[in-house]
């Protein structure tokens, strides 16, 4: 168990790294913010002799930390609310890059992982690594019966040192939610509890490997988008093979350009395959930035590295179908009404003064290509809303707000002018027509009571466990209560001394009747 002085020691050196680079200006100066927590960061500050003029370094704050930082950075960077606007622009820069690891500890640990020599797994593997980031480093290599495939291995130690760095997060987020208000609205421990879930998801290569599968066979009927197929022989819980992808990185417009490729349909039809994870399937890729999506010579979209992956329930993705829908047609009642179905919003708050308070935020967007948006105002309307309706944060959300933030800012990097409601408004259309229509309603119903049917023998099962038959004996005759010498309080004798006496005094009375006579 971790110490407190040993947590307060990490939070002091983290704060200095943080004020230094007056990336705790910011909630020094926000009046939401605890008192005690805007203290310490003013303190922090004033002893690195630091002033509030300057540029605020967010992302090389977190950078300067180390690995964990650098995931938590990107994780906040969707939390303007938490974090503040400027802070949460600022991380979005935050690129997860390190310094490679020599390939000799690598070579070791794909050795050790596998127990056998490197030869023996692949015919050849370049040393120089393709891509070095927070928790593994990705090398190419050719497999012995020469395909060409990519090799993730986890960084040695990386997982300790992400456990230590997380008992430190959960042990600030405690403090800091209890002391209430504002703090305890935005939950910032359910914040690091989705975090902390997140990455020993990516420090464990064979769910990786698992979620990349499960994503191919829910998108294996999507044109123009495809996951690349896992070697599953040479995937362990330390290392990930999967196939190599030959393709134009989606960020390279000039190289997608000259290749002839339609921008315009690959920002469409990437929007399209995000709802199609998030709506249709309920699972989706979470970490879909410009490093992680390729374009292939036919216009295919391949997406790798699924460390992150997001999940939503049907009744959820039936919300935010119908939330999506209602936003892009200007139908803020029913938007309001889910909110508080969904019981995001407390019951004693009024459902038309929520509904007035989206279309303040919502009618400024309609209509309008991104570039013509106000993002910032636009957040700073939200979160308001969120503050002034007392709405917690919902942490099951969270993964698709940033994916969702991600999706859009590549978007519209291929076509400016997009407007990603007009684009998803069609398929989301669709998706309510067939998922929340009559004919989908009754055979929800029919399902429903099919699978309650099927229960019912085996509820009756448990109640006959629980309440056995009558056996062949017959029943006994009520026998009277009898109140045991054991069973008594203690008396003025007290505990087993008065017992003792009382059975003496007992043996002594028939003793003495029996010298008398008597008995």
């Known amino acids: 168990m971790t110490t407190p002085a040993t947590h307060l020691f990490r939070l002091a050196r983290w704060g200095i790294t943080l004020a230094r680079r007056r990336a705790l200006v910011g909630v020094e100066d926000d009046p ?23 540029t605020r370094d967010y992302a090389g ?38 310094p490679p690891v020599p390939f000799s500890k690598i070579e070791e640990q794909i050795a050790a992982t596998f127990e056998q020599p490197l030869d023996a797994l692949f015919a050849d593997i370049d040393p ?9 480093q990705v090398h190419r290599a050719t497999t012995i019966d020469g395909r060409k495939v990519a090799v993730k291995v986890l960084r040695p130690g990386i997982r300790e040192k992400f456990a230590r760095d997380i008992q430190t997060y959960e042990w600030a987020a405690a403090h800091v939610e209890a002391m209430g208000g504002e703090a305890a609205r935005l939950r910032p421990r359910l914040t690091i509890a989705n975090f902390k879930r997140w990455t020993n998801s990516e420090l464990d290569l064979r769910r990786e490997a698992a979620s990349a599968s499960e994503l191919a066979e829910e998108m294996a009927g999507v044109g123009g988008y495809r996951i690349p197929a896992i070697d599953w022989d040479r ?20 190289e997608l350009l000259a290749a002839g490729h339609d921008l ?31 374009v292939e010579e036919d216009g295919t979209i391949v997406a790798i590295d699924f460390g992150i992956m997001g999940r939503i329930d049907r009744r959820a993705r039936q919300w935010l179908a119908e939330i999506l829908y209602g936003l892009t047609t200007g139908n803020y009642q029913r938007v309001a009404e889910i909110h508080f179905e969904a019981q995001y919003v407390p019951s004693y708050h009024s459902v038309g003064e929520f509904a007035t308070a989206l279309r303040a935020v919502g009618e400024p967007m309609r209509g309008k290509p991104v570039k013509e948006l106000s993002v910032g ?8 809303i969120t503050r002034d309706f007392d709405m917690q944060t919902q942490p099951h959300l969270l993964l698709l707000q940033k994916t969702m933030v991600m999706v859009e800012g590549i978007a519209t990097q291929l076509n400016p002018d997009i407007n990603m409601w007009d684009t998803a408004a069609p398929y989301v259309r669709s998706w309510i027509r067939d998922e929340l229509g009559p004919e989908a309603a009754v055979a929800d119903r029919i399902k429903e009571d099919t699978e309650t049917l099927f229960r019912l023998p085996g509820l009756i099962r448990r109640l006959e466990e629980k309440f056995p038959p009558k056996g062949g004996a017959p029943e006994p005759p009520p026998l009277p209560e009898i109140r ?36």
């Open 235 to 254: 995937t362990n819980g330390r290392v990930l093979t999967i196939e190599w992808v030959e393709g134009i990185k989606i960020s390279k417009r000039d």
């Open 484 to 519: 045991l010498m054991t069973d008594r309080k203690e008396r003025s004798g007290g505990g087993l001394l008065g017992y003792f006496v009382a059975v003496l005094a007992g043996a002594g009375a028939v003793y003495g009747a029996m010298l008398a006579g008597l008995l």
């Open 264 to 294: 315009e349909a690959l920002a469409e039809k990437l929007v399209i395959s995000f709802l199609t994870q998030a709506i249709s399937a309920g699972f989706f890729h979470a970490d879909m930035h410009q490093g992680n999506l390729f």
């Open 61 to 98: 704050a977190f950078r300067a930390i180390g690995p964990a930082a650098i995931k938590l950075g990107q994780s906040l960077a969707t939390r303007p609310d938490l974090v503040g606007e400027e802070a949460a622009h600022n991380l979005l820069s935050l690129q997860d890059s390190l």
């Open 32 to 54: 939401n913010a605890p008192s005690t927590v805007r203290r310490l960061a003013r303190i922090a500050r004033l002893a690195t002799l630091t002033g509030k003029r300057g």
């Open 377 to 384: 105002q636009m957040l700073d309307g939200l979160f308001a």
């Open 128 to 136: 120089v690594p393709v891509g070095a980031a927070s928790i593994a």
